[in-house]
């Protein structure tokens, strides 16, 4: 399984989160920047990176509590993802 690694460390905003997910992902430039076009995208095929993967979000501890609610939010998304349409995709807060 791939293992993509972002760190957290200098997010201070939605955007950075989905700019640098989206990044590492090779999504396409249209992409939106929230978690219902983020189910679309890895249910679908229109990531240059394909499941299964995993990714893994470091130095997310001095994020504050919305930054957390969002990184809660996007590993729901992935574990929808498994167990709705059985891909093979992992989200986790490291």
């Known amino acids: 399984m791939r ?3 972002l760190d957290a460390s200098t997010w ?4 950075d989160f989905f ?9 396409p430039g249209w992409h939106g920047y929230n978690l219902n ?13 394909e499941p299964p993967f995993s990714i893994v979000v470091e130095r997310a501890d001095r994020s504050d509590r ?3 609610a ?6 729901a998304v992935f574990a929808d993802a498994q167990v709705k349409r059985g891909i093979d ?3 986790t807060v490291a």
């Open 12 to 15: 201070s905003s939605t955007d």
């Open 19 to 27: 700019a640098a997910l989206l990044a590492a992902l090779g999504s």
């Open 37 to 49: 076009a983020l189910w679309d995208s890895i249910t679908s095929d229109i990531n240059e990176v």
């Open 3 to 5: 293992i993509i690694e």
């Open 89 to 91: 995709v992992q989200f």
């Open 70 to 75: 969002l990184l809660k939010a996007a590993s």
């Open 66 to 68: 919305d930054m957390m």
